[in-house]
């Protein structure tokens, strides 16, 4: 069984109002998946890789990716942040075709990602009806829950808890697989602090100011 280590404990959250009631449940219940898409920079953005890394019994399982084939071609700007070329994505699969294996990643109580709002309506316009879960944002969690740093960005938080040591070789900042396990490990740190659900789904501070709204 393919495991990714996990960091030191942290704490966790929700963009929903979070009210439940009756006995107070460890955030290892429910069952999650991180994700995290890469586009062509073109607007509205087509996705050109997209990564789905499943929390079970609050442990980080093993990654799916898949690279896309986009309708549209790559713009110098997205490749000059995540590496991505025309020709990398050229014998890719078109993303009508990896679909129903994206649905099924997604098959999940929770969803998990950072400055979520731009994960989740690129998926939501790609995959049409689907229905997007319960949504766990590490920028907001972060913000409410590790306060005063110095940056909430991915890449600071990252350097910040030292999240990406023992990653597998080859992954590089700014590729799904990467961005989507550090994201996982980031969590992880966030709801191990929080340890009860209803901690993790008090009321989020902030918004998502310090990531950029668009997506690459």
């Not at 980080?60 to 942040?81: D, G």
């Not at 994960?119 to 995959?127: A, E, F, T």
Request: hydrophobic residues 40%.
């Amino acid at each position: 069984m393919f495991v990714i280590p996990t960091t030191t404990g942290g704490m966790v959250g929700r963009t929903s109002d979070g009210r439940t009631a009756g006995k107070m449940a460890d955030w290892t219940n429910l069952r999650y998946v991180v994700v995290d898409v890469e586009g062509n920079g073109q607007q509205p953005p087509d996705l050109v890789e997209l990564a789905a890394v499943p929390i079970v019994g609050g442990v980080i399982r093993e990654p799916m990716s898949w690279l896309v084939k986009p309708p549209r071609p790559i713009e110098y700007f997205a490749t000059r942040i995540h590496g991505l070329t025309n020709n990398d994505v050229d014998d890719a699969p078109s993303f009508a075709a990896i679909s129903g294996q994206v649905l099924h990643s997604l098959n999940s109580p929770a969803l998990v990602a950072h400055n979520a709002h731009v994960d989740v309506g690129v998926l939501q316009r790609h995959l049409g009806e689907w229905e997007c879960p319960e949504v766990f944002d590490t920028l907001k969690l972060a913000k409410r829950l590790v306060p005063n740093q110095m940056s909430y960005k991915l890449g600071s938080l990252v350097e910040a808890f030292k999240l990406a040591e023992g990653l597998p070789e080859g992954l590089s900042p700014h590729r799904a697989t990467y961005d989507a396990l550090v994201a996982a490990r980031l969590f992880v740190l966030l709801a191990t602090k929080a340890v009860a659900l209803e901690k993790l789904r008090g009321q989020n501070s902030g918004g998502g100011k310090d990531e950029a709204p668009t997506l690459f």
